[in-house]
C-alpha cells in the first residue's frame, strides 16, 4: 500500500496510526528519503506521540468488546467478552496507570466484574457511548476531573453499580 503525504504533519499523522515497531521502521525510511537535517529531527522529537497509538488501539479493542458482548446480555455467552473486557482493563492499567480515563475503566470494571451478567444489551451500548464520547480527541489527553466524576456518575444513572462492595463502619458501641 503506498500513501502519498505532502507535508510532514500529515506523515506524522499517519505513523502515530501505526504500532509503535511499525511507526520506528517507517519515521528511519522517511529521515532515509527526505534527508536528515536538524530541522526534521527537531520536528519528530515534537510531533510523535509513540503512546498515543497503542492507547488510541487498545482503547478502540475496549470499545469494540463492548458492542460485542451486547447480543449476549444476561447469557452465558457474555462470560468470553467480560473476561476480554476485564483483561484490557487491566492491561490499561499496566500500559497507564496515570491517566485519568483509568479511574472511569475501573468504576465499569468493578461493576462488570461483580453483576457483569446482570446488565443489558443496551445498558452496555450506554456505556459504550459514554466511553466514545471520553475518546474526543481534545478530551483524551486533557480530560477533567469534573469530566471523570460526571463520567461515573452516568454510569451509575445507566445502572451500572460501580461501587457493588459493601463497606461497614462499626461505632464503638458496636465492636
Given at each position: 500500500?503506498?500513501?502519498?503525504?505532502?507535508?510532514?504533519?500529515?506523515?506524522?499523522n499517519?505513523v502515530?496510526?501505526l504500532?509503535?515497531?511499525?511507526?520506528?521502521?517507517?519515521?528511519?525510511?522517511?529521515?532515509?528519503?527526505?534527508?536528515?537535517?536538524?530541522?526534521?529531527?527537531?520536528?519528530?522529537?515534537?510531533?510523535?506521540?509513540?503512546?498515543?497509538?497503542?492507547?488510541?488501539?487498545?482503547?478502540?479493542?475496549?470499545?469494540?468488546?463492548?458492542?460485542?458482548?451486547?447480543?449476549?446480555?444476561?447469557?452465558?455467552?457474555?462470560?468470553?467478552?467480560?473476561?476480554?473486557?476485564?483483561?484490557?482493563?487491566?492491561?490499561?492499567?499496566?500500559?497507564?496507570?496515570?491517566?485519568?480515563?483509568?479511574?472511569?475503566?475501573?468504576?465499569?470494571?468493578?461493576?462488570?466484574?461483580?453483576?457483569?451478567?446482570?446488565?443489558?444489551?443496551?445498558?452496555f451500548?450506554?456505556?459504550?457511548?459514554?466511553?466514545?464520547?471520553l475518546?474526543q480527541?481534545?478530551?483524551?489527553?486533557?480530560?477533567?476531573?469534573?469530566?471523570?466524576?460526571?463520567?461515573?456518575?452516568?454510569?451509575e444513572?445507566?445502572?451500572?453499580?460501580?461501587?457493588?462492595?459493601?463497606?461497614?463502619?462499626?461505632?464503638?458501641?458496636?465492636?
Amino acid at each position: 500500500m503506498t500513501v502519498r503525504v505532502s507535508t510532514w504533519q500529515e506523515a506524522f499523522n499517519m505513523v502515530n496510526l501505526l504500532p509503535n515497531i511499525e511507526q520506528s521502521r517507517l519515521i528511519s525510511a522517511l529521515l532515509r528519503k527526505k534527508g536528515s537535517n536538524l530541522e526534521t529531527e527537531n520536528y519528530i522529537q515534537t510531533q510523535r506521540v509513540v503512546p498515543t497509538a497503542s492507547r488510541q488501539t487498545l482503547y478502540q479493542s475496549i470499545l469494540t468488546l463492548m458492542q460485542e458482548v451486547q447480543p449476549y446480555a444476561k447469557t452465558s455467552g457474555a462470560a468470553v467478552y467480560l473476561n476480554q473486557l476485564l483483561y484490557k482493563m487491566l492491561e490499561w492499567d499496566k500500559q497507564y496507570p496515570e491517566d485519568p480515563i483509568l479511574e472511569v475503566l475501573f468504576a465499569l470494571y468493578d461493576a462488570l466484574s461483580v453483576h457483569g451478567f446482570s446488565y443489558s444489551g443496551e445498558q452496555f451500548e450506554a456505556a459504550r457511548e459514554l466511553l466514545a464520547r471520553l475518546n474526543q480527541p481534545h478530551l483524551f489527553e486533557d480530560i477533567s476531573e469534573e469530566a471523570i466524576t460526571d463520567a461515573i456518575v452516568t454510569l451509575e444513572d445507566i445502572g451500572f453499580d460501580t461501587l457493588p462492595y459493601t463497606i461497614t463502619v462499626l461505632s464503638d458501641e458496636e465492636m
